[in-house]
């Protein structure tokens, strides 16, 4: 997998019309992170820089081709005070595979307040190699990401919470200041590892999965490049589909973004 600037990279067409990179993969089709991160990243070209990115609300559509360039239309639909509005869609073949609708706000005076950290290990007490054999792809694909995954006994322990991990992550390299450009590279690592969210109490079952849907919310600032704990939960899973949601904590303990999606989990065939 490409460095992660490289991922992330879409380069101008026309006014609002982007190109996004293509990078080597295993995966069978385009990974969702990086749809979802290069749509983000050609909204933002199209917003005033007094305007941060707080929300984006995606759908994929149709699965990618990873060999293939997708193209990014921007429509500009609000310009507020406060804030504005973006709707992209992902094309490839003459095809939306990807649409989101991405707000931005410059900010506001107003209460704080946020939840409680759960009480977990710190990734460097944790075995290096937590990941299962099936799952051990994720690092040869992510290389320049560091992953620890937070064993099943020593997940956080809460009352009606009924499937749940947790995984340590960062990017391994020093990245730009620029906070932009932490939140596109966690909205391009936000799609990775939340699905196994919904398969915690159903490891023996072979299913067929794919991300359907999904919604971040940008709290606070952060460091893509230094440790982030990714709390996840399947709150429900019926009829073909689990829903899936995430809080995203820095190490000390600033909660700084959450994460929901729904998931296509059915029964393979």
């Known amino acids: 997998m490409a460095i992660i600037e490289k991922a992330l990279a879409v380069e101008r067409l026309e006014r609002d019309i982007f190109r996004g990179a293509t990078i080597e993969s295993q995966l069978p089709r385009t ?4 749809v979802a991160g290069q749509a983000l990243v050609s909204a933002v070209r ?3 820089p007094a305007y941060r990115v707080h929300s984006l609300h995606g759908y994929f559509l149709r699965p990618g081709n990873p060999l293939e360039r997708t193209v990014y239309q921007v429509d500009r639909i609000r310009e507020g005070r406060s804030f504005c509005t973006r709707r992209v869609t992902g094309i490839q073949d003459g095809q939306a595979i990807f649409t989101m609708a991405a707000s931005f706000h410059h900010g506001d005076e107003g209460p704080e307040h946020q939840d409680v950290m759960p ?5 460097e007490n944790l075995p290096d190699d937590s990941f ?11 290389e320049d990401w560091d992953f620890v995954l937070v064993p099943p006994d020593r997940v956080t322990d809460r009352d009606g919470v009924v499937s749940a991990q947790q995984v340590w992550f960062r990017y391994r390299h020093r990245l730009p200041d620029d906070q932009v450009f932490h939140v596109c590279t966690l909205a391009y690592m936000s799609d990775m590892t939340l699905l196994g969210s919904s398969k915690v109490n159903h490891r023996d079952i072979r299913t067929q999965e794919a991300s359907l849907d999904h919604a971040m919310w940008f709290l606070r600032p952060f460091r893509a490049d230094e440790w982030l704990l990714y709390d996840q939960s399947s709150p429900s899973a019926d009829g073909g589909r689990a829903l899936t949601q995430g809080k995203i904590w820095d190490r000390d303990g600033t909660l700084v973004a959450m994460v929901m999606q729904e998931v296509l989990l059915r029964t393979a065939q």
């Open 46 to 48: 199209t917003v005033d």
């Open 31 to 34: 990974f969702g992170g990086q």
């Open 119 to 123: 009480d977990v290990e710190l990734p």
């Open 132 to 142: 299962s054999p099936e799952r051990r792809w994720i690092k040869r694909e992510w």
